[in-house]
């Protein structure tokens, strides 16, 4: 199932990205709220990959290219700010989607019903970070500036249509716009004006092509289930 | 040990009497997360559970805990299923339940009607009682406290931090 390894992975690959803040985060909150949504998205990774197969297998010993997320989770976390735009991005790009979703009824309806709710969350932890390093020091200023600068090429392949899923993908996209934009002026901050996606990045996490911190990320979530098939604690 | 046919009622009173693996002052009854028990055939019982978060990993354990209550009272064969739709919401956790977890030191959650009318964040400007002097002067530490479906806050008049069961 095309649609079920794309949503799933990713929520998986960005699962494993905010885990990796554990005992990094600049304070105790945001250690656990990262790890809180990651959670939450390894949760939903779990109920999608079984729809499409075995979850051990599918997570821990598919190659880089049999991955269909999109580049932009799989991007490495760079600072607390860089890690918000991320979350900015995609988890107001996932509510819209699990909406959709749960609106029509079809095979994810369900799982996207009840994620949908802890997305809302997500969004709501990402916005008011935006909010608060956008519109409070000249460094965080700054940095949230270069987080969101940074990542607006990755953007563009959100909004690339799924097969096997029902979604109004224009629609998805002006609402994600409207809302980022709604979020980055309040902000103080500058939307990005550059291009979705670039040649040189191919945009094409779904097809397979993924950016090169993607390989050293699954040669670290996968080592311990290569090294020791079926190990468990 | 409990002979012959349960009464499915007695399969989901023994069932909903596990307590919460996470919060052990609620039982699974009343934190509203137990869907339905079948009774197949003698000795032989569906229970469907639903997950307060998709991700929650206390749904293994609350699996293993309902099998086991089942097997001390006589049933050999259960199949606990977790279902995900209709989805959890914070307004299924019984008005008793609510007490307890306000008697534990957990702030309840808010009933929806009250607030947003459908699930995710509620406005902030809602006030949250703190469990322990009862004041409304509280303040959101983090959307995010000890497990997913807990926000932290602190009591601005009694300066006590507290868990708040947010609003799903």
Excluded at chain 2, 26 to 33: I, M, N, S
């Amino acid at each position: 199932m095309t649609a079920a390894l794309a949503l799933g992975d990713d929520a998986l690959v960005l699962s494993h990205r905010l885990g990796e803040w554990a005992g990094h985060a600049p304070v105790l909150e945001e250690e656990v709220a990262l790890a809180n949504i990651a959670l939450d998205l390894l949760g939903q990774a779990r109920v999608l990959l079984s729809l499409a197969g075995d979850e051990d297998e599918l997570a821990f010993l598919r190659e880089e290219r049999a991955f269909r997320n999109v580049q932009l989770v799989e991007q490495p976390n760079g600072d607390f700010a860089h890690t918000i735009a991320r979350q900015l991005y995609f988890s107001v790009y996932q509510r819209g989607l699990y909406e959709q979703l749960a609106a029509g009824g079809g095979d994810f309806a369900g799982l996207a019903a009840k994620a949908v709710k802890e997305v809302a969350y997500h969004q709501d932890h990402a916005t008011h970070w935006t909010l608060r390093l956008g519109d409070g020091t000249e460094e965080s200023h700054q940095r949230m500036q270069r987080g969101v600068d940074a990542l607006w090429r990755f953007t563009g392949e959100l909004f690339q249509p799924v097969e096997g899923v029902e979604i109004d993908w224009p629609s998805l996209h002006t609402d994600w716009l409207a809302t980022v934009t709604g979020v980055l002026q309040q902000a103080t901050l500058t939307v990005p004006t550059g291009p979705g996606s670039g040649a040189w990045t191919a945009g094409a996490g779904r097809q397979g092509i993924h950016t090169e911190p993607f390989g050293r990320m699954l040669a670290e979530m996968q080592h311990l289930h290569r090294s020791h098939p079926g190990a468990s604690w | 040990m409990v002979t012959g046919t349960l009464l499915e009622e007695e399969v989901r009173r023994l069932a909903g009497s596990v307590p919460d693996p996470e919060l052990p002052v609620l039982t699974l009854e009343e934190l509203g997360v137990l869907r339905g028990v079948e009774v197949l055939a003698p000795g032989k019982v569906t229970v469907r559970l639903t997950p307060t978060y998709t991700g929650c990993p206390a749904i293994e354990t609350m699996s293993a805990d309902i099998e086991q209550v089942l097997h001390d009272h006589g049933i050999p064969e259960v199949s606990v299923v977790t279902v995900l739709a209709p989805a959890w919401s914070t307004d299924d956790i019984s008005a008793e339940g609510r007490r307890k977890l306000a008697e534990f030191g957990i702030a309840p959650p808010r009933p929806h009607d009250a607030a947003t009318g459908s699930g995710g964040p509620v406005p902030l400007t809602l006030a949250v009682r703190c469990p322990h002097c009862g004041s409304t002067d509280t303040e959101l530490l983090s959307r995010f406290s000890s497990t997913a479906c807990k926000a932290l806050r602190r009591c601005a008049s009694c300066r006590e931090p507290f868990d708040h069961f947010k609003e799903l």
